[in-house]
């Protein structure tokens, strides 16, 4: 009797436009499967040290140069500088939204992901110039990167770029006492 009865109940939540992945459960109740979990948001992108970029991107119309700025301890905030000169004619496009993305490996902390024109140490119509800080937590050579968003003008041609360049920061051990 009980299999009849199950065999109704379910024809008639067919019927009704009831779910048909509907499973009977002990005491007669329908049960209905749980709802897949909510997706796992995916993890913020990594960045990878460029290994093949060094300190300086040029071209006929600006250097893009990335420079260690001081003595460097571990354990120690620092700021290593990354500037932008035009050339000839052009000038640093002041509307563009000039980016910073640096990047570290292991070892090296990182407080901002990017940097923009509000970041900037100076930055008018014949340089841009940026000081990334980071925090290396041991002595050693440690490489960083950044890729770099800008454009260089003249009145008449506007040259936007996307170049990455890198550099290794000395990070010196606290002298013995």
């Not at 990594?46 to 140069?65: I, K, M, N, Q």
């Not at 990047?103 to 940097?115: D, F, I, K, R």
């Amino acid at each position: 009797m009980k299999t009849t009865w199950m065999l109704v109940l379910s024809l008639a939540l067919g019927a009704c436009g009831g779910d048909s992945d509907a499973t009977p459960a002990t005491g007669g109740e329908t049960a209905r499967p749980a709802p897949d979990p909510a997706p796992e948001p995916a993890p913020p992108e990594a960045c990878a040290v460029d290994t093949a970029a060094g300190p300086v991107a040029e071209d006929p119309t600006f250097e893009l140069r990335a420079t260690a700025t001081g003595a460097y301890a571990p354990g120690q905030p620092g700021t290593f500088g990354i500037e932008l000169t035009p050339r000839g004619e052009y000038h640093v496009n002041q509307d563009f939204p000039m980016t910073v993305r640096p990047c570290a490996g292991e070892g090296v902390t990182l407080p901002n992901a990017e940097l923009g024109n509000d970041d900037a140490a100076e930055r008018t119509e014949q340089r841009a110039r940026f000081a990334v800080p980071f925090t290396a937590a041991s002595a050693g050579e440690h490489r960083v990167s950044a890729v770099v968003d800008f454009a260089v003008c003249t009145p008449e041609n506007c040259m936007p770029e996307t170049r990455t360049i890198a550099l290794v920061l000395p990070v010196e051990s606290p002298a013995a006492e």
